[in-house]
């Protein structure tokens, strides 16, 4: 297989994870595509591996049923994928803009990293870089 292909598919399999993931809130559809030794590394996660971050994510969707998700961007690159998207919570909850990057093999996810920020903090966590 090509890598412009690999990369295609890769694609394919997180926008397919996510899409039935968003759609139905069934974290089942997920599973199967996560790989056996699927690892999270978010760094204030506690639910690091495949078990803990379904049982996660199954938890977190109860209160979040009826999120927007607006992806603006994936791209991919051989066996990784990045998904830009902007959510916004039910109940005129606020908007947070994610950032996800998946790595894949041999046809599942195998490990995630999730960079996660509340839209109405974004101007506050420029601090860090202004001169002082």
């Known amino acids: ?12 399999i997180v926008q397919q994870a ?10 089942d559809a997920l599973a199967p595509l996560l790989s056996d030794d699927f690892l999270h590394h978010r760094p204030d996660a506690t639910a ?11 938890a977190a969707l109860v209160p979040l049923a009826g999120m ?13 994928v990045v998904m830009h ?3 916004r ?8 803009t994610v950032v996800d990057v998946w ?5 599942l996810i195998a490990e995630a990293w999730e960079i ?7 101007e506050a966590n420029l601090t860090w870089w202004e001169p002082r």
């Open 1 to 12: 297989m090509t890598t412009q292909n690999l990369t295609h598919d890769n694609k394919s």
């Open 18 to 27: 996510l899409t039935a993931l968003v759609a139905t809130g069934d974290v």
């Open 48 to 58: 690091r591996t495949k078990p803990e971050w379904l049982a996660a994510v199954r």
């Open 68 to 80: 927007q998700v607006e992806i603006e961007h994936v791209l991919a690159d051989g066996d990784h």
């Open 85 to 87: 998207s902007r959510r």
């Open 89 to 96: 919570l039910p109940d005129a909850g606020p908007e947070i």
């Open 103 to 107: 790595r894949l093999d041999d046809g």
């Open 116 to 122: 996660i920020e509340p839209a109405s903090q974004a």
